[in-house]
């Protein structure tokens, strides 16, 4: 199956599938925070960002070339400066000396709009598990991270800044709390820049990359501490509710114009092309197609059957969303998966039963 008349853009692919993604970290968030409360939401929050700042931070800081900064405080600043514009978030950084940085991340939220349901217990884990972890990671027992602003708490922004103390800091004192301190003004000519290394291709393949990962560490967060059947039932909410919220865009975004079983099988290909994966279709029947995908993409997904075949099938949501919203007499059934140890994922597409 050709995709010669999919016109979209690398740039407009990868913008729909950093949204697609984000829209569905968040309503992870939002079924969390409804199925088990506010106190298990701050448990989770804790345990996904302490998983990314381990994995991410000091290969992000050579990435971004912040290896020789005049201090560690401008270093980790700048670092969440970058790698968070990277990301899609407008985050500005002020030096107000070589041992205060600060860092300001505008509105919109990271979590949206559900921002507005969080008590301010299950945001700080944020900077706790992160932020405050930067001076342990460099060796740096006199590194802490200070926070002054929070959106949950009716401030425009979320702020705060790296300080370098005089004496080194017990690990309850890594974070410290300083509401509403003044923060210096923002110069935009002193903002960091990404070096030329950092092409407009890579950095767009970083934003879609951004997405993709945050969603997948809460859906790993969850199996930790929720097993099997925890997280099956949040991300298979949360995988219906973002892709209704996104149908229309997916069809725009994807270009498809029919939605018989073949355009069904367009869709779920150009779907996983989002992510630089390919598949195979084969056509059954007018009504039934058969969709094969051999591997994931490495850099994505280097373990894909590290996930157990339930979460596929939790995701699976989705797509049967999408399916049943654009033709109620079709459905997609998953045959085979490669977390089920099967050599390959599959697909049948095929008119409902009833």
Not at 117 to 146: E, I, M, T
């Amino acid at each position: 199956m050709a995709q010669k008349h999919w016109k979209a853009s690398f740039e407009e692919k990868a913008r729909f599938a950093h949204a697609y993604y984000m829209e569905f970290y968040n309503c992870m968030w939002g079924t969390a925070l409804a199925q088990h409360g506010a106190d298990e939401v701050q448990r989770m929050h804790w345990t996904q960002i302490r998983r990314h700042q381990r994995n991410f931070f000091l290969p992000g800081l050579e990435k971004l070339g912040l290896t020789n900064e005049k201090s560690d405080a401008i270093a980790s600043a700048k670092y969440h400066v970058l790698a968070n514009i990277l990301g899609g978030i407008d985050v500005q950084y002020i030096e107000e000396s070589p041992e205060k940085a600060w860092i300001r991340y505008n509105p919109p939220n990271f979590f949206g709009t559900l921002v507005s349901a969080l008590p301010s217990r299950a945001v700080v884990p944020d900077f706790a598990g992160w932020h405050a972890y930067n001076g342990r990671s460099l060796g740096n027992p006199r590194l802490g991270y200070v926070l002054t602003h929070l959106m949950c708490q009716g401030d425009p922004y979320d702020a705060g800044y790296f300080k370098l103390y005089d004496h080194d800091l017990d690990p309850e004192e890594c974070l410290q709390f300083s509401q509403g301190e003044r923060m210096p003004p923002i110069d935009p000519a002193t903002q960091p820049q990404l070096g030329e290394d950092w092409t407009p291709e890579r950095r767009l393949r970083a934003l879609r990359n951004y997405g993709v990962e945050f969603a997948y560490e809460v859906i790993h967060t969850l199996l930790d501490l929720h097993g099997v059947g925890g997280a099956r039932a949040v991300v298979a909410n949360a995988a219906a509710i973002s892709t209704a919220n996104q149908y229309k865009k997916i069809i725009d975004t994807l270009g498809l114009e029919k939605f018989d079983a073949e355009g069904i099988a367009l869709f779920i290909q150009r779907d996983r092309a989002l992510l630089d994966e390919e598949v195979e279709v084969e056509k059954v029947s007018t009504d039934e197609y058969v969709v094969r995908q051999k591997a994931r993409n490495r850099r994505l997904f280097p373990a894909p059957a590290s996930l157990p075949v339930e979460i596929d099938e939790a995701l699976l949501q989705g797509w049967r969303t999408f399916v049943e919203l654009v033709n109620r007499d079709l459905t997609v059934e998953m045959t085979q998966a490669l977390s089920s140890g099967h050599p390959q994922y599959e697909w049948q597409i095929h008119r409902r039963a009833d």
